[in-house]
């Protein structure tokens, strides 16, 4: 096992750590601030068009996004425990927890494009394009499926770009270039993983449940 | 002796530092040239309206011209102006590190900065766009000109805002010297940190609304279209929850500035270490409460707007905390009339006039008679250029020496400053008389009354250039034939003139141990 590679302005490891766990709260911040404007833009447009707004939330398929919720939280718990396997110098079932991790993500992604395929067969397109919107002129459905794409078409990516790090994090360990010691990278990669999950439980009621006509 | 200029000397050694001081020194060349493109870009709008009519061109190309001024200067100089100079080559040495906390990121910002700037110049060259800096849709969205580039030139530089700003945060977190608590930083580093609070959490916001816009105006999604339901006074907000608090991403440093510069000439304590730095906050909290006063005219309520406007006059109560700080330090000290001082009585003068027609326009009933003429150009370029750029000139003088080991040629600097002042004042007080006899902005015509102030602006605006001229030329003339620089040749107790000068690549010589205060002029100084 290596030592912690220490880099030379640091005085001490544990600052180092300390400065890597800050600088990835503050970048998260940041990225939610990202996510806020479009929240704003929902939360603007639903006040707008209250009853379209049901209307949309109705037509999406609460079963299709409340398994993705499922995965995502199993994600979660994954990568948590790998974490803490990791931490325990424990490497094999770290990786195997990681990469559970990754599949979870790559099976939101599929049931995700599964959903955008069938929204995509009705003649839903963003900003208002296909036939859908031409038996169904109304503005606020509009501003609800373009809403809607935006925001889960924003998660994805980021989901994408978690199960790329997260791939990326299962090599190393299994390169046993991050051992023990550095667990605490592992959980920086979780915590992204989790701020991520945090996003869709926001966007899973805004779009399958809240006034959801059952 | 090796500092960081001669240390490595091949140019991968530049392009691939992670060196904090060598990427400031980058991004200080890089601002200055994106200074002398929008300088260029507003002397020749000042130029255009010499006279009511036609004078230099057409009005497709003034529309063209004043945006591309206000983009350039505002997101390619104004906002990495300090910070992404000085503070990255000063927060460091001031908390006694050796480089930010995260410099591989900081080398980042560089390229993000560059690629960011090549995409708007690409815009810039098949045609550049015409819609203002503010890009308000629906006209954004239907521009047939080359929009694109430049939302997304914007974009890509505002991750370079928002990944310096992150540096610095947790630099400032991490890696202060053994012992300095977070009230003996020096008050540049509170400046530092207040800014970065902003450039962190406001940055994304437009970074969204540029993406979004850009959808519009490239897939036609119409999210901001009345036509379709959309909503063009949600963009405003959007835009302006970013680009307020932006005004106070370019007047935070430019404050921090000042608080450096005036102790060190007045050889005497800042009135209140405190005040200074927690007034730094009450202006950076406030800031995210005030954008609404851009939009009294929009359709906003009576009451919002009497919020909106109380609440951006607290943003003076916060500066004028401040003033009265600088003013009462300077009170009874040994004070030295060096260059950084000069452009600091400009900044309190220009500052504080620009600050009161700012309270005077967030009365919503004056707002609507200024509202979107020249009393607001006036207005926001004496915040912008009047207190920014003249903070940034004097961190320039003031930290020349410690960057450069040389001093600049003092009389020259001290006529270079008084041009700079006279030729801003020239330019721009003529246009609040302008725009409260009615002149709007943005206008290519104008009505012939108002021609003899036209050509007072335009004339100050030559003599402002002229002193910037000249700064340009002796400063890089004592690059070369400067009278060498001693340490600390201002005498300040300021931690980053411990330092050699010019630094070496790690800094200091050996582990720095600073006492405990920046600013006690009433022991003598120990570097």
């Known amino acids: ?214 | 002796m090796k500092n960081y200029l001669n240390d490595e000397t091949t140019i991968w050694s530049w392009v691939a530092t992670t060196d904090h001081k060598r990427i400031g020194l980058m991004f200080f060349v890089l601002t200055i040239l994106a200074l002398m493109v929008g300088g260029t870009f507003a002397l020749l709008l000042r130029l255009e309206h010499l006279t009511p009519r036609y004078t230099i061109m057409s009005a497709f190309a003034y529309n063209q011209t004043f945006t591309l001024h206000g983009v350039i200067m505002v997101w390619f100089f104004l906002i990495p102006s300090i910070p992404s100079v000085f503070g990255n080559f000063f927060v460091p040495i001031m908390l006694g590190a050796q480089d930010v906390a995260f410099p591989r990121i900081n080398l980042f910002t560089v390229y993000l900065y560059l690629a960011g700037a090549l995409v708007v110049f690409i815009g810039m060259v098949v045609g550049g766009t015409d819609t203002g800096w503010t890009f308000y849709p629906p006209y954004s969205a239907q521009t047939y000109t080359a929009l694109m580039p430049v939302l997304v030139g914007v974009f890509i530089l505002g991750f370079s805002t928002i990944l310096t700003g992150l540096n610095l945060i947790v630099t400032i977190h991490t890696l202060r010297a053994k012992g300095m608590g977070w009230m003996q930083m020096p008050l540049f580093c509170w400046a530092m940190y207040g800014v970065s609070v902003i450039q962190v959490l406001a940055t994304p916001v437009l970074g969204m609304v540029l993406l979004l816009l850009t959808i519009d105006h490239g897939l036609d999604w119409g999210l901001f279209d009345p036509a379709r339901g959309g909503d063009v006074v949600l963009f405003q907000h959007l835009f302006w929850f970013y680009s307020h608090p932006a005004v106070y991403i370019m007047i935070l440093p430019a404050m921090g500035v000042i608080s450096e510069v005036i102790p060190t000439f007045a050889h005497k304590n800042p009135l209140s270490y405190r005040a200074i730095a927690y007034s730094t906050f009450g202006i950076a909290f406030i800031g995210f409460l005030t954008w609404g006063h851009h939009m009294f005219v929009s359709g906003m309520s009576t009451f919002d707007a009497g919020i909106f406007g109380i609440l951006s006059m607290f943003v003076a109560v916060f500066s004028a905390i401040k003033v009265f700080t600088w003013t009462g330090t300077l009170y009874k000290g040994a004070v030295s009339l060096k260059t950084p001082l000069v452009y600091v009585f400009g900044f309190l003068f220009l500052f504080v006039f620009g600050g009161m027609t700012g309270v005077a326009q967030a009365t919503t009933s004056l707002d609507v008679h200024w509202h979107d003429t020249y009393f607001i150009v006036a207005h926001f370029h004496f915040i912008m250029v009047g207190a920014s750029l003249t903070a940034w000139l004097a961190a320039v003088h003031y930290w020349w020496p410690k960057m450069f080991g040389r001093m600049y040629p003092e009389k020259w600097a001290i006529a270079a400053a008084i041009l700079v002042l006279l030729g801003f004042v020239g330019t721009f007080f003529p246009q609040f008389l302008l725009g409260n006899g009615g002149m709007p902005r943005r206008y290519y015509h104008y009505a012939e009354k108002f021609q003899p102030l036209h050509v007072m602006s335009t004339a100050g605006s030559w003599v402002l250039a002229l002193g910037l001229l000249l700064a340009l030329v002796y400063l890089l003339w004592s690059l070369f034939y400067g009278e060498r620089a001693p340490r600390n040749p201002w005498g300040s107790r300021s931690f980053e003139w411990s330092a050699p000068t010019p630094p070496p690549k790690h800094n200091f010589e050996a582990t720095p141990v600073f006492p405990p205060s920046a600013y006690d002029y009433s022991r003598p100084v120990e570097f």
Request: aromatic share 18%; charged share 10%; proline share 4%.
């Open chain 1, 1 to 214: 096992m290596h030592a912690p590679p220490l880099q030379h302005h640091f005085p001490d490891i544990e600052q180092q750590r300390h400065a890597a766990k800050l600088g990835t709260w503050i970048f998260l911040s940041s990225e939610l601030l990202f996510f806020n404007a479009l929240f704003a833009i929902y939360a603007f447009y639903r006040v707008k068009y209250p009853e379209m707004f049901q209307v949309g939330v109705s037509h999406n398929m609460k079963w299709l996004g409340t398994i993705n919720t499922a995965i995502l939280i199993l994600g979660s718990v994954c990568i948590a425990s790998a974490v803490n396997f990791l931490r325990l110098a424990r490497r094999g079932p770290a990786i195997f927890l990681t990469l559970v991790t990754c599949l979870c993500g790559i099976g939101y992604i599929t049931i995700k494009s599964i959903e955008y395929g069938f929204h995509f067969d009705e003649g839903i397109y963003p900003g208002g394009a296909g036939h859908f919107f031409v038996e169904h002129p109304e503005h606020g459905l509009k501003a609800f499926f373009t809403t809607y794409f935006l925001l889960t078409g924003l998660h994805m990516i980021h989901v994408a770009i978690a199960v790329a790090i997260l791939g990326w994090m299962a090599w190393w360990v299994h390169r046993d270039r991050i051992g023990p010691w550095g667990a605490y990278r592992l959980g920086l990669v979780a915590l992204y993983w989790h701020f991520v999950d945090t996003i869709w439980l926001f966007l899973w009621p805004m779009f399958y449940l809240m006034g959801a006509r059952t």
